[in-house]
C-alpha cells in the first residue's frame, strides 16, 4: 500500500472476477468524500473551457502499429462485461475527533480497509471545498492547452519529465495508458529559489498540497498506531518538499473500449513494504469506457525522501530486505525502460520469501 489522496469522484471501484485487479472509472465531478459539488459546480463557465485545438496526444500515430492490428471484434468489445461493482469502504473523519470510543473505532475501521482493500474513501477530511474546486479548476486549464504547449510547458519550471502521456515503448496495448499526466515532483512548486513565478495554477497547487499533505499524515499515523510502530517516519520525513502531485486527464478514447486510461499498475508501496505485508498493495487501473467525454483525476503521492531507509517490521520476521525510498524508485524506473512495467516490491523480497 502507498498513501495516495486522488480526488476522483463518484469513481465506480470495479472488481475484476479472473485476476481480482480493481478498476477505476474516473469521472468528472470532486470526490464524494469530500464534497457533493456536481462536475458543472467544479469547472468554470463553458467559455472559458473550450478546449484548445488539438488538445489530445497523438494516440492513433505514436502507437498505430499496435492499434492497427487489433481484430475488430476485438476492438470493439466492452473488456468489463464480466465484472461485479463494488462500494470502497467509507471512512467519517469526523469520528476522530468525538470521543475516545468513537476514535478507536474509526482507527480500526481505517487499518481494516488498509488490510483487506488497499482502498478506502474518507468523507469530513476538514479539506476546504474552494481549495478543491480551484484546484480542478487550474488543471483544467492546464491540461487543455494544446499538446505542444503541455509538452513545451515552463511557466512554473517545473523538472524535465514533468508532462507525460501514454507509455514508454509499449509492446503490447496491456502497456498502454489512454492518458496524459503532469507528475509534478513538490520541491518544484514549494522551493523559494523558483517561486517568484508565481501564477494561479502554483497558488491552487500549495493550499491543495498542504490541505491534503494534513490528511494524508493523519491517516498514515493511524495506520502506524495499529500496528503497534511508531510515527517518526510520517512526522519527521513524509514532508511535502519529498511528495508528489499527479495531475490526470483521460482523453476521449473512441472505438477502443478495450484499452485502459491506465494500466494495471500498484503505487510506490514503501507502506506494504514497512508493514511487512499487513496493508495491501493492490494492483489497479483505470478504465477509458468513453468515446466521447475527458475525465479527471488529482493525486497526492505521500513519500519520504529518497535517502530514507525502509524497514519491514511486525509478526513473523521481515519479508522485505531494507532498501532506501530512492533506490526502490530507481529500479522502477529501470523495469519500465527494460521490460514496460513496473514490478515494484517483489524485487526486494528477502531469499526465504
Known amino acids: 500500500m502507498s498513501l495516495v489522496m486522488e480526488i476522483n469522484p463518484h469513481g465506480k471501484l470495479i472488481r475484476k472476477m479472473e485476476n481480482q485487479i480493481l478498476v477505476q472509472e474516473p469521472l468528472t465531478s470532486l470526490l464524494k468524500a469530500t464534497c457533493s459539488a456536481t462536475a458543472t459546480d467544479c469547472f468554470p463557465k463553458q467559455a472559458d473551457m473550450r478546449m484548445s485545438e488539438s488538445a489530445d496526444p497523438p494516440f492513433e500515430i505514436a502507437y498505430k502499429h499496435l492499434l492497427e492490428n487489433v481484430p475488430e471484434n476485438v476492438r470493439l468489445r466492452n473488456s468489463l462485461s464480466t465484472v461485479e461493482e463494488c462500494e470502497l469502504p467509507l471512512i467519517d473523519m469526523q469520528q476522530l475527533g468525538l470521543g475516545e470510543a468513537e476514535r478507536q473505532e474509526c482507527k480500526k475501521l481505517i487499518a481494516r480497509a488498509s488490510q483487506e482493500w488497499g482502498f478506502f474513501q474518507v468523507i469530513n477530511d476538514g479539506a476546504s471545498r474552494n481549495v478543491l474546486e480551484n484546484m ?44 496524459e499526466a503532469f507528475h509534478v515532483q513538490l520541491s518544484d512548486i514549494l522551493d523559494s529559489r523558483r517561486s517568484h513565478n508565481t501564477n494561479r495554477l502554483r497558488s491552487s497547487m500549495e ?43 483521460y482523453p476521449p478514447c473512441p472505438n477502443y473500449s478495450h484499452l485502459m486510461g491506465l494500466m494495471p499498475h500498484t503505487d510506490t508501496s514503501f507502506l506494504t513494504a514497512w508493514s511487512n505485508n499487513l496493508y495491501k498493495s493492490v494492483e489497479h487501473r483505470v478504465v477509458v469506457a468513453n468515446p466521447v467525454k475527458e475525465r479527471f483525476s488529482t493525486a497526492y503521492f505521500l513519500c519520504p525522501p529518497t535517502e530514507t531507509v525502509i524497514e519491514s517490521g511486525g509478526v513473523g520476521g521481515a519479508v522485505y530486505r531494507s532498501f532506501s525510498f530512492g533506490e526502490y524508485k530507481k529500479q522502477i524506473e529501470l523495469d519500465v525502460k527494460n521490460v514496460g512495467q513496473k514490478i515494484g516490491l517483489p524485487r526486494f523480497l528477502l531469499p526465504t520469501h
Not at 144 to 164: M, V
Open 136 to 179: 480542478r479548476s487550474e488543471q483544467v486549464k492546464l491540461m487543455r492547452k494544446s499538446f505542444q504547449e503541455k509538452k513545451a510547458y515552463k511557466d512554473l519550471n517545473l523538472s524535465d519529465g514533468t508532462y507525460r502521456w501514454g507509455a514508454p515503448l509499449p509492446t503490447s496495448l496491456k502497456q498502454l495508458s489512454w492518458s
Open 207 to 249: 493550499e491543495f498540497v498542504f490541505a491534503i499533505c494534513e490528511v494524508a499524515k493523519e491517516l498514515a499515523e493511524i495506520l502506524a498506531e495499529e500496528m503497534g510502530r511508531e510515527t517518526d517516519l510520517f512526522q519527521e520525513a513524509c514532508l511535502p518538499e519529498s511528495c508528489y502531485l499527479r495531475l490526470n486527464r
